[in-house]
């Protein structure tokens, strides 16, 4: 990498792109600019990065001069995912939260200085879609190489799930190694060439670590956090009950702590793990702490005051996996 990196964070969020570029420690890297139309977003975004242009608007207000001016070589985003989501109704590139990205699609071609490289999150399914051919192609007439991936952190050695797509995009005079360069294919391991930025991939030497290495310390938690009776008699079935040596956590969406099925998994910090008599045992919520660690957003991270728990895992469960990101831009721009 001769040039530092230059970021253009896109769809910004609470600013797990941002964490990302950081944590690869990277000489002069700065995000010249971020972008989200959420005013809650923003300000947790403007908390943590006071320093940073941040601009409060949508994407399609820019042009591609807007973005020649702001002198970035990179692209880091997460686009609304709701258009792809399984279990949504997939209108792709019918669905008015697509209008941004198809946006930027015509941008990127009209930019006199495009970016080098370009990363993108998403969910499983973006890669069968519309959307994702549009791209490609116009990825492809812009002269990039593209690899696609589809990973979890429990992949590396973070026991969480979020499985989620990831595109990776450099300009052809920057090439991946000949182990990626296959057409088409999304990989859902972790090849050679990608581990090497990866220092724990749930290996022998490197084991996934256990949950109670992410917890807060139980005499901080309120008991705001536990489960009330009714939810527990009525959703007990369908919940996901670990506990803090277990080495799994279920993915955790932006209605967690509101609805109970399949939106991250409750943690069980009584003394036995006999579930047989559940309600002898202490149930709770994972705190938005808890989760922002399970996401490896770094200590300082925080919400300004007056954010509700209910608005905290909202964000969090639209944002990402900083550590898996992290990799993913090392490997990048390598
Ligand atoms: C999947 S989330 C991004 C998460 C982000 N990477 C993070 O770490 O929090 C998508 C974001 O896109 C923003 N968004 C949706 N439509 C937008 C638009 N037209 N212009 C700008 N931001 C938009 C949403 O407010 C939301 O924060």
Known sequence: MENPLKVLELYSGIGGMHYAL????????????????????????????????????SIEGFSAEDFDRMGFNTIMMSPPCQPFTRLGLQKDVD????????????????MQSPPNYILMENVKGFENSK???????????????????????????????????????????????????????VFDDI?????????NTGSKENPTKTLEQFLEEPSSISDEYGLPEKTLLRYLNVMDIVNPVSKSSTCFTKSYGYYAEGTGSVLNTGSTLDMSNVLANKLRYFTPTEVANLM??????????????????????????????SC??????T
């Open 22 to 57: 950081l944590d690869g420690g990277y000489a002069n890297a700065e995000v010249v600019c971020s972008i989200d139309i959420s005013p809650a977003a923003s300000l947790v975004y403007k908390h943590n990065f006071p320093c940073t242009t941040h601009c409060e608007r």
């Open 95 to 110: 669905d008015p939260r697509s209008r941004s990205f198809l946006h930027l699609m015509k941008l990127l071609p009209a």
């Open 131 to 185: 959307a994702h051919e549009l791209f490609c192609k116009v990825l492809k007439q812009l002269g990039f190489s593209v690899v696609e991936f589809l990973l979890s952190p429990k992949q590396f050695g973070i026991p969480n799930s979020r499985l989620r797509y990831y595109l990776l995009a450099k300009h052809n005079q920057k090439e991946f190694p000949d182990e990626v360069n296959q057409l088409g294919k």
């Open 191 to 199: 090849p050679l060439c990608l581990k090497r930025f990866c220092n």
């Open 296 to 325: 490896c957003f770094p200590e300082q991270f925080s919400f300004p005051d007056g954010f509700t728990r209910k608005q905290k895992y909202k964000l969090l469960g639209n944002s990402l996996n900083v550590y898996v990101v």
């Open 328 to 333: 993913l831009l090392k490997f990048l721009v």
